[in-house]
Each structure stands twice: as structure tokens, then as C-alpha cells.
């Protein structure tokens, strides 16, 4: 049983910036075990007991960026670089669509050249086409995550079939982003891509990193405010993990049991603030450890990702030391993520886009 000032601040459904501190710094079990609770039940109240799979395809990971972070920046010369061919991509979603599904997130690192957005324009709608079948009559739904691009982009994608899209702003300190980021990447543009993607007509995902260098609870409270503030319609965030030959250290002061457990509390804190939006349980977690995605499901997530990426290049698309599943083939991930599911008390939403009540108004 929660404390009476414990058990007031759960049931709030508005929450201040320091309601949302004392959340995330919760540190007694009992007490992280009743946030848990809430976080789960308010889940299946707003957006039911189903999982949500998104079959996430690696297309590519050539990036022109180089964020301090990230293990396939640009300036990481140790990394083999491999972009998928058309029939890869296509083939990949394909499998997604029979194996029950329902949508796929087609990720790269970030390249903005006529080559790469045509290729992307023509993939979207094959997969779009060629996934139409008795179970799925719309097709495979389909999420991008393909870093900032121009207006004009976003609505070509958008045109050929893409309906959502995944942009993490990384933080919302912007200092922090700053200091995490070449000079030549900045906040103010990264927002303005995700108010363009929505004027593009897309549902909007984005999302932090969490654990970073020098970030704060004050910090991740400011970044759930900011997810509300901008009507997000999905979040994807996970813990910080240092990348192979990257320039940026670990968070230093958190252990990596301390990060699993803010990561998760994020996830529930989010879903209290939030309430019906997707939230997912990122391959990040299971990095951290082997149940970490199913942990997230237990404190409010309802969307995982589970790679399609083909074996021969996923250990090439390592954007932190241990990558989990870097052996795993299409269908063994299909049925043991289908296992661990059923054991957080959810039920896979097979065939089924799984898009969030929050994002009714969209057509
Ligand atoms: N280029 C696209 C973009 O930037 O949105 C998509 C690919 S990018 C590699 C996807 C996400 O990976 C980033 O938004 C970032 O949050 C995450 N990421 C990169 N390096 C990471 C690290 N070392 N630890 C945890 N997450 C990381």
C-alpha cells in the first residue's frame, strides 16, 4: 500500500514540475513497486492490454552526423558502413506483414541526398502495396526514423504511404543538447522538424535519452513536460549507453541497475502524464538487462520493436556497447518476444497498426 501522500500524487491527473521530480526520484522499492502499479493499470485503462510489435529494419548506417553519442556518427571510422538494397527493405517489411505485425519502423542513420529519399519514397510504397492482404487490408503500418529532413521531405514520405514518425530530441535542456551535439546541430531546428512532421500529417514520436552526462531529474521532468506541451503522440526513450570508440563517457555517477530503474520510472512516470499515448520499450533496456523490455511493458510501455534487420550487417547498426539479439534470426526473436509478452500479463496486438487513442483525431 502506497502512503496517503504517495497514493495522492499517483491518482493526480495534472502534474507539476516538482510532482513529477518527487516521481523519478522515488528510490524505496515498495514505493517504485506502487508507481509500477499505477503506471500499469492506467495503461490498460487508456490504451488496453495489447503489445504493440514494430518490426524495425536497419536500412543504413551512414549518417552525415556526428553526434557525440552515437556509435554510428559519421566521424567513427572503425565502423564497416552498409545500406540495404531496395529488395532488402522490402523484403524485410514483407516478412513483418506475414509474421502478424501490423507495422514496421524503417530506420538509418541520417542522409538527406535525392538518392536516399527517393529510395525511401519508392520503399514505403511497395511495402505499402505489396503487404495488403485478407488480415492487414491497409497494409503494413509504417513508422520512419530517419532524423531531420526538410518539409518537403516529410511530405513525400508521407505521400507514399509512412504514417508516423520517430524523432528524438535527445533532451530538451538546451544546454545539455549542446553539449552532446557538433555546434552545427541545434535544438531549435530539431523542434521545428517535429512541428513540420506534424504538419506533414504524420503521428509524432519522440523521445530522450536517459542517464546522460550531467542531466538531472529537474531535467527528465522538463522533457515529459515538453512531450505534453507539443501534443506527442509517441515516445520512444531509453538509457544512455556508451557507444565503441565514442568520444562521450557513461554517465559516471549511475550504475547500470540505478539506470535501469530511472529508465523504467521514466516509462511510468511518462505514462501517468501522459496517459493514452504509444510509449515503447526500447532494445536499450534489454541491453542493460535480459528482461529490461519486459520491465518496461510492467511499468507502462506498450510497444516493442523487435529487429528485422538482416544478421549479416545488424552488427554493423551499433549505436551502444551490447547490442542484444545480434545473432538472433527473424523468427526466434517473432516467438520468444512472443513468450516474454505473455508473461508481463499482455497479449501481443497481432496484425493491428496499434495506434494510440491519442492519435484518434488523425485520419
Ligand atoms: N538518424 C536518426 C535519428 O537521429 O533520429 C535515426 C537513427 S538514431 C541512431 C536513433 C536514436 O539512437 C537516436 O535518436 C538516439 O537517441 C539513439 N542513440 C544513439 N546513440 C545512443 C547511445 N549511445 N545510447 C543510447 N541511445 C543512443
Redesign the pocket.
Known amino acids: 500500500q502506497p502512503s496517503p501522500a504517495l497514493a495522492a500524487l499517483l491518482a493526480q491527473r495534472e502534474f507539476s514540475d516538482a510532482d513529477i521530480v518527487a516521481l523519478l526520484g522515488l528510490s524505496a522499492a515498495a514505493d517504485i513497486e506502487c508507481l509500477r502499479r499505477a503506471a500499469f493499470a492506467l495503461t490498460t485503462r487508456e490504451v488496453g492490454d495489447r503489445v504493440h510489435y514494430r518490426g524495425l529494419v536497419e536500412i543504413s548506417n551512414v549518417?552525415v552526423l556526428d553526434?557525440h553519442?552515437?556509435?554510428?556518427r559519421k566521424g567513427n571510422r572503425a565502423v564497416e558502413r552498409y545500406t540495404l538494397s531496395r529488395e532488402q527493405v522490402i523484403d524485410a517489411a514483407l516478412w513483418a506483414a506475414r509474421a502478424g505485425y501490423g507495422s514496421c519502423v524503417l530506420?538509418?542513420?541520417?542522409r538527406r541526398d535525392e538518392g536516399f529519399i527517393s529510395l525511401i519514397e519508392d520503399c514505403v510504397h511497395e511495402i505499402r502495396q505489396r503487404s495488403q492482404s485478407a488480415s492487414l487490408p491497409q497494409g503494413l503500418g509504417i513508422t520512419l526514423?530517419?532524423?531531420e529532413q526538410s518539409a518537403e521531405t516529410f511530405r513525400r514520405w508521407r505521400a507514399a504511404g509512412a504514417h508516423r514518425y520517430?524523432?528524438?530530441i535527445?533532451t530538451s535542456n538546451p544546454e545539455l543538447f549542446a553539449r552532446i551535439h557538433p555546434p552545427t546541430q541545434r535544438i531549435e531546428t530539431r523542434w521545428q522538424a517535429l512541428a513540420d512532421l506534424r504538419d506533414a500529417g504524420f503521428q509524432v514520436g519522440t523521445?530522450v535519452?536517459i542517464g546522460l552526462p550531467g542531466q538531472t531529474l529537474v531535467d527528465l521532468a522538463a522533457d515529459i513536460l515538453a512531450f505534453a506541451d507539443r501534443d506527442i503522440d509517441m515516445i520512444g526513450m531509453?538509457?544512455?549507453?556508451?557507444?565503441p570508440g565514442?568520444a562521450m563517457p557513461a554517465a559516471g555517477a549511475l550504475a547500470s541497475d540505478e539506470l535501469l530503474q530511472l529508465a523504467l520510472k521514466m516509462i511510468a512516470v511518462t505514462r501517468l502524464v501522459l496517459r493514452d499515448v504509444n510509449i515503447a520499450a526500447t532494445t536499450?533496456l534489454q541491453a542493460l538487462v535480459a528482461d529490461g523490455r519486459e520491465r518496461g511493458v510492467t511499468f507502462g510501455a506498450n510497444v516493442v520493436m523487435p529487429s528485422l534487420t538482416p544478421r549479416e550487417v545488424r552488427k554493423n547498426y551499433q549505436?551502444?556497447e551490447g547490442k542484444p539479439c545480434l545473432d538472433e534470426a527473424r523468427d526466434d526473436c517473432r516467438s520468444c518476444l512472443a513468450n516474454r509478452i505473455s508473461s508481463t500479463g499482455r497479449q501481443v496486438g497481432w496484425n493491428d497498426w496499434g495506434d494510440s487513442p491519442h492519435s484518434r483525431h488523425f485520419a
Open positions: 549518417c553526434c553519442y552515437c556509435g554510428i530506420q538509418a542513420g541520417e526514423s530517419l532524423g520517430l524523432l528524438r535527445e523521445g535519452m531509453g538509457p544512455y549507453l556508451p557507444a565514442n536499450a549505436l551502444y
